[in-house]
């Protein structure tokens, strides 16, 4: 495998019936509860944030690679699509000052648990890992669509369950590895409470830049869910899934260049208004 690549600097600053669409509102880590409910109106800060970025470091880790396609529809695979945003995001970020580092930047399998390690030593102020979802069955293939976004806990719902059982397979010698103890030692309440933050910030803001585009795009709400691709992360990390590749429009748009610019610049204003929020 090719080693683990830094992004380059830029130098310019240059889908409706969906299982379960909403969070629950219940749950009070969900993005719809109260205490949250300012976070998830906070105005979309653009490319002036109110920090330093040139100070913050953020990983960014394309699922899937290599021999690991993840999900498939026909000739589209999420690891194309997913690499393409991420690369696209980590153009932006550089931009604004970010200092920015890729887990892969090229068609290579990187282990899961490679890919928190690398966030680690880099010291990494957040870790985002951009992935594509899909239908469990065909059946379902038409119907399920949307973006959702993901932070580390225990599984609450079955469609949690199932989405971290999809992109938790590519690497089952990762689940023998990581023991449920040491699962549940990285579930500390600070870094749980600082990713739904970051989740809530990036969801907002890549559903809003994915409707300039598209503007029937589901909103799939901000999840919890055991990935292992998170658990290690020393940072506070989410996995956002822009969309179902399974789905037969939603499958093309993910792979269209236009909508994947739309999905980065929404990520990117995403990671602005956290770390703006922060102060």
């Known amino acids: 495998p090719q080693p683990l690549q830094k992004a380059p600097r830029q130098t310019d600053a240059n889908a409706q019936n969906q299982e379960n669409p909403k969070p629950d509102a219940s749950n009070p880590k969900n993005a719809g509860d109260a205490k949250d409910k300012g976070r998830q109106n906070a105005p979309n800060l653009g490319s002036s944030p109110r920090y330093s970025a040139a100070k913050k470091t953020v990983v960014i880790d394309p699922g899937h690679g290599g021999t690991d396609?993840?999900?498939?529809?026909?000739?589209?695979?999420?690891?194309?699509?997913?690499?393409?945003?991420?690369?696209?995001?980590?153009?932006?970020?550089?931009?604004?000052?970010?200092?920015?580092?890729?887990?892969?930047?090229?068609?290579?399998?990187?282990?899961?648990?490679?890919?928190?390690?690398?966030?680690?030593?880099?010291?990494?102020?957040?870790?985002?890992?951009?992935?594509?979802?899909?239908?469990?069955?065909?059946?379902?293939?038409?119907?399920?669509?949307?973006?959702?976004?993901?932070?580390?806990?225990?599984?609450?719902?079955?469609?949690?369950?199932?989405?971290?059982?999809?992109?938790?397979?590519?690497?089952?010698?990762?689940?023998?590895?990581?023991?449920?103890?040491?699962?549940?030692?990285?579930?500390?309440?600070?870094?749980?409470?600082?990713?739904?933050?970051?989740?809530?910030?990036?969801?907002?803001?890549?559903?809003?830049?994915?409707?300039?585009?598209?503007?029937?795009?589901?909103?799939?709400?901000?999840?919890?869910?055991?990935?292992?691709?998170?658990?290690?992360a020393l940072m506070p990390a989410v996995l956002v899934e822009v969309g179902y590749i399974t789905h037969p429009s939603e499958g093309e748009l993910i792979n269209n260049s236009k909508y994947q610019d739309a999905l980065a610049k929404g990520l990117a204003d995403g990671v602005d208004v956290y770390f703006s929020n922060q102060r």
């Open 69 to 232: 396609p993840g999900a498939v529809n026909g000739a589209l695979q999420e690891k194309t699509a997913v690499l393409a945003v991420a690369k696209k995001l980590g153009a932006l970020l550089s931009a604004k000052g970010y200092n920015v580092f890729y887990t892969r930047s090229d068609d290579v399998f990187i282990n899961l648990r490679d890919r928190t390690k690398f966030a680690n030593d880099k010291m990494a102020d957040l870790f985002v890992s951009i992935h594509a979802n899909a239908a469990p069955n065909a059946a379902k293939a038409k119907s399920m669509h949307g973006i959702e976004t993901f932070f580390l806990s225990p599984a609450r719902s079955e469609r949690s369950k199932n989405a971290a059982a999809l992109e938790n397979k590519s690497d089952i010698e990762e689940m023998n590895y990581f023991s449920k103890q040491t699962f549940l030692n990285f579930l500390n309440r600070e870094k749980i409470i600082a990713s739904n933050k970051l989740a809530i910030d990036v969801q907002r803001e890549v559903l809003a830049q994915a409707k300039t585009v598209i503007p029937k795009t589901a909103d799939g709400g901000v999840r919890e869910a055991p990935f292992w691709v998170l658990v290690g």
